[in-house]
């Protein structure tokens, strides 16, 4: 059976929580990497910082479209409301959510602002900012 991704609004949310995350992901990995250098350790520290998609590839490739359009639109480059379909609206929704599950998932540092990879954790692992202790 073949199904239209482009109602799937559950799945375009997972999606886009996905992509999120996996951008994430490598935003840790990359800044890990250059604070670490040469060092043994590098592989090791930026291991958790690894992503698994759980969907058809079809899905994310019609979420990116979403996103590439929602950026479109926020740059006021799309001609008007008629230039979007109703199928993209619908996702363009759903993103929203998957959005919004992510900032809930992943709030920023109080210190260096970067969304942090894991809610509870006790510092930043980016900035080493401790995440316990209250900021005036």
């Not at 997972?14 to 992901?25: D, I, M, V």
């Not at 590839?57 to 490739?61: D, K, L, R, V």
């Not at 979007?84 to 998957?98: M, N, P, Y």
């Not at 992510?102 to 260096?112: E, G, Q, S, V």
């Given at each position: 059976m073949i199904e239209d991704v482009r109602m799937a609004a559950a799945k375009i949310e997972?999606?886009?929580?996905?992509?999120?995350?996996?951008?994430?992901?490598e935003e840790y990995r990359r800044v890990l990497k250059e604070k670490l250098g040469a060092s043994e350790n590098v592989e090791r520290a930026v291991a958790g910082f690894e992503t698994e998609r759980t969907l058809d590839?079809?899905?994310?490739?019609w979420t990116l479209h979403l996103f590439l359009l929602d950026r479109a639109r926020e740059?006021?480059?799309l001609g008007g409301p008629e230039t979007?379909?109703?199928?993209?609206?619908?996702?363009?929704?759903?993103?929203?959510?998957?959005r919004a599950r992510?900032?809930?998932?992943?709030?920023?540092?109080?210190?260096?602002g970067i969304p942090l990879?894991?809610?509870?954790?006790?510092?930043?692992q980016l900035c080493g900012g401790d995440l316990k202790q209250k900021v005036a």
């Open positions: 997972t999606a886009a929580f996905e992509l999120f995350e996996e951008s994430l992901g590839e079809g899905i994310y490739e740059f006021g480059v979007i379909q109703a199928v993209e609206l619908r996702g363009l929704g759903a993103v929203g959510q998957g992510f900032r809930d998932a992943h709030p920023p540092c109080r210190h260096c990879f894991e809610r509870l954790a006790p510092r930043c």
